[in-house]
């Protein structure tokens, strides 16, 4: 054992069951987790890892199924073939996977889970005749079909464009490691020496995996070993892809958009080769299967499920299903207005809604709307966003029971409307505990949680145009959006290391019940009642829905966008505000039409 080995412990795995299987020469090494008689899903690992990379998600995992990992050959515990070249080819592979299934699930098709190496493997797997019926779904994460990757290299060299050249070269780029491996002797030593070494350091820095012993002892002997998966395979298969390299089972494809070694633009066209495919991608890094073992758990539970139960695979819902579907989403103010129309359009796209509203009734039925509009989990939760302490029981309760938020969504607000010195104290302390306090204490405990889970995450925060427009009738709320819009700012620079998104929505006039419940300083009960009639019929007038500004929510998270002017009058007025100052200076002091 090498000296790097000696360091670091082997995880284990809980209640495991462990057997060796017979394969061509090897004996794999092959872990049971999970009720043997639940459907089978057997996790493959990549390069150059072992069965220990799956540690969390089989944990997660094995509660609703008969989960089975195992070591490829020449990983981890399983011996490696003798000689090695030529040991490594995907023939051989697929007997492995083939016993492997026979000696754990002989009378049932098991579901297939792949990443990096492991999902190369699984392309052969599912698109081998002889595979028919052992397999009932495939999971592919980070590594794609080499026929598959053959043919689109092959496309973009016979049809030639500036952009097909331009993802031809790109990914040539990231595959730099190809060819390094391809090279004798070299990845060994490297491997068995400094690489070894430093794999680690490099992974938790880059990745943002989570510290501590790697999960792999035998690195260094099975990054040598793995470097033949690589010259066994690549140069035949992507000269010679195979022309019927069809899936026959439903697949879901799992893409990680930070991959630095694949792009996400090499699957495109894949509904060519697999037909009944479901896509799902996520803001990470190459090792999901450690930085994001919660949400694998989750789309594999749902995809598994939707297979056992006759469905084709997981439907498409809604624009951004493929981005937001099974993270979870915790929304403030999420009663009414804006605030239930973002909640529903990200239950619309899969996510695991969070409704949080002062109203536990209003909060109650969006919660049940969630659901009806295509969320998997749905939890109302009463809080006083202005209430540090209930914020901070909130925070912990949704840790605890949901888990760590993957989008927050500080929406919940008060109007104000008056002359400043109109204004009271008390309604200074009031707009400013709901608007800009309420703010601070989700992105302090919620945005907290992200950073510590390490694997990123998105806040948005509602401001508004006033943020940026002056108003002599808007000093208060004018000055908490705008407090808003800057806490924003400062948060993006502060939060962009670790992985978290923040985005700054500002709306302009939205069609919500804010104008029945707002405030107008210096005016009796009932000049009150007539200003809020007044203002609802011009927001009426107006009409902007609130489902619209719901879908520049979930556009502006899907593309990380820093300040999101919403309505035309917004966008106009934000680009006044830049291009002439004086002008917006002079439109503040027009009096409004109340």
């Not at 284990?12 to 090897?26: K, L, P, W």
């Not at 899903?41 to 094995?62: M, N, Q, T």
């Not at 092959?154 to 040539?172: E, I, N």
Request: a positive charge; glycine letters at 10%.
């Amino acid at each position: 054992m090498s000296q790097s080995e000696g360091r670091v412990a082997r995880v284990t795995f809980e209640d495991a069951r462990e057997r060796r299987v017979h394969s061509g020469g090897v004996e794999l090494c092959v872990v049971e987790l999970g009720d043997p008689g639940r459907p089978t899903v057997v996790l493959v690992h990549g390069y150059p890892d072992s069965k220990e990379v799956w540690s969390e998600v089989a944990a997660g995992l094995a509660g609703r199924f008969h989960v089975v990992l195992y070591d490829v050959r020449g990983h981890g515990r399983s011996t490696a073939p003798r000689p090695l070249r030529g040991g490594f080819a995907l023939e051989k592979l697929t007997d492995d996977f083939l016993a492997v299934a026979d000696a754990v699930s002989p009378d049932r098709p098991v579901h297939l889970v792949g990443h990096d190496w492991g999902s190369v493997q699984g392309w052969e797997f599912v698109t081998v005749p002889r595979t028919e019926g052992r397999i009932a779904s495939f999971t592919s994460m980070s590594g794609p079909s080499l026929d598959h990757f053959g043919h689109w290299i092959r496309d973009r060299v016979r049809r030639p464009t500036p952009r097909r050249a331009a993802q031809l070269l790109g990914q040539g780029a990231r595959s730099w490691y190809v060819y390094a491996l391809h090279t004798p002797v070299l990845p060994e030593l490297a491997w068995r020496g400094p690489l070894g070494r430093y794999w680690p350091r490099y992974l938790e820095r880059a990745e943002k995996t989570p510290g501590g012993a790697y999960p792999t002892a035998s690195l260094p002997r099975d990054a040598a070993h793995g470097a033949w998966l690589y010259r066994d395979n690549v140069r035949a298969r992507l000269r010679g892809p195979r022309a019927d390299a069809y899936a026959h089972v439903p697949v879901q494809l799992v893409t990680p958009l930070g991959d630095p070694f694949l792009s996400a633009r090499l699957y495109d066209g894949l509904d060519r080769w697999a037909p009944r495919l479901t896509r799902r991608t996520l803001p990470a890094g190459h090792w999901i299967p450690r930085t994001r073992p919660d949400l694998l758990t989750a789309w594999i539970t749902e995809f598994v499920t939707s297979v056992e139960d006759g469905r084709p695979g997981v439907p498409a819902r809604g624009r951004y299903a493929d981005r937001f579907g099974g993270q979870l989403v915790l929304v403030t103010g999420a009663g009414s207005g804006i605030g239930r129309a973002t909640a529903l359009a990200f239950a619309g796209a899969g996510a695991r809604v969070v409704a949080v509203d002062r109203d536990a009734g209003a909060a109650v039925r969006t919660a049940e709307l969630s659901r009806r509009a295509g969320a998997p989990e749905a939890w109302a939760e009463p809080a006083d966003v202005s209430d540090q302490q209930a914020m901070e029981k909130l925070a912990e309760k949704v840790a605890t029971a949901y888990g760590v938020v993957d989008v927050l969504v500080n929406n919940a607000g008060i109007g104000l409307s008056g002359s400043f010195l109109d204004t009271t104290a008390e309604d200074w302390r009031k707009v400013l505990d709901v608007n800009l306090w309420g703010v601070i204490h989700g992105c302090r405990l919620f945005g907290r949680q992200m950073a510590e889970r390490g694997q990123g995450g998105h806040i948005v925060n509602i401001a508004s145009a006033a943020a940026y427009q002056p108003s002599r009738a808007l000093p208060a709320y004018s000055a908490s959006k705008a407090a808003v819009l800057m806490l924003s700012e400062c948060l993006r620079a502060e939060l962009a290391d670790r992985g978290i998104g923040v985005t700054a929505v500002c709306p302009g006039f939205v069609n919500t019940t804010i104008t029945s419940t707002a405030r107008f300083a210096g005016a009796g009960a009932d000049e009150e009642r007539r200003l809020r009639q007044r203002a609802a019929r011009l927001y009426g007038l107006r009409n902007y829905p609130p489902e619209k500004v719901a879908d520049v929510i979930l556009r502006a998270v899907a593309r990380n966008e820093a300040v999101v002017p919403v309505t035309p009058e917004a966008r106009g007025t934000r680009l006044l505000a830049r291009l002439s100052p004086r002008v917006s200076r002079a439109l503040a002091r027009v009096r409004p039409p109340l």
